[in-house]
T-cell receptor, first 118, second 116 residues
């Protein structure tokens, strides 16, 4: 079975500081992993995805994430926070398609709300 | 532009009434999904559909119904049997799993339902 744990429901950083949002997963198959961002009252937008190629994945808006199999982690980072980064971030793992009839069933973490202060 | 359109964005309903949320996509995706979002709980899957005239219950299907009469459309009805319907509802679509498909979901802007 697959599951996702996001450590910290709220993270606050200063503008210009490092952003680190933590995600740990469990998966019975080689995982496909995703980070999505959600701005208030909007849908989710894909930031980046890991698909078993390079372990360091670069996404939009300067974000990147590193897949560490030994730690079952996929933490999201950004070297310098901007005020516009304030949003909620969701980590997700794709469910095992062998048991979902081919559906791309994503299992989401509970989300981390990022606040950026001046 | 290709994408997913949800309507209405905001909806108010009295207790005991059924409401239907619209979801239309022009991405030519075969699979469509409905998620419910509550604060601090992430996204929970309500229903999903891979092809026309076929759909499957997700993790929290009780009190909801769907139809898939057209590839582009996947409306969700929140029935009076849903005990706590106030939430943010998100529709998504994807290519069907297989080949090089990574499973990425594309989301609409969401519909916020409030029961008065």
């Amino acid at each position: 079975a697959q599951s996702v744990t996001q450590l910290g429901s709220h993270v606050s950083v200063s503008e210009g500081a490092l952003v680190l949002l933590r995600c740990n997963y469990s998966s019975s198959v080689p995982p496909y992993l995703f980070w999505y961002v959600q701005y208030p009252n909007q849908g989710l937008q894909l930031l980046l995805k890991y698909t078993s190629a390079a372990t360091l994945v670069k996404g939009i808006n300067g974000f990147e994430a590193e897949f560490k199999k030994s730690e079952t982690s996929f933490h999201l980072t950004k070297p310098s926070a901007h005020m516009s980064d304030a949003a909620e971030y969701f980590c997700a793992v794709r469910g095992d398609v062998r048991f979902s009839g081919g559906y791309n069933k994503l299992i989401f973490g509970a989300g981390t709300r990022l606040a950026v202060h001046p | 532009d290709g994408g997913i359109t949800q309507s209405p964005k905001y909806l108010f309903r009295k207790e005991g009434q059924n409401v239907t949320l619209s979801c239309e996509q022009n991405l030519n995706h075969d699979a469509m999904y409905w998620y419910r979002q509550d604060p601090g709980q992430g996204l929970r899957l309500i229903y999903y559909s891979q092809i026309v005239n076929d759909f499957q219950k997700g993790d929290i299907a009780e009190g909801y119904s769907v139809s898939r009469e057209k590839k582009e459309s996947f409306p969700l009805t929140v029935t009076s049997a849903q005990k706590n319907p106030t939430a943010f509802y998100l529709c998504a679509s994807s290519m069907v799993a297989g080949g090089t498909n990574t499973g990425e979901l594309f989301f609409g802007e969401g519909s916020r339902l409030t029961v008065l």
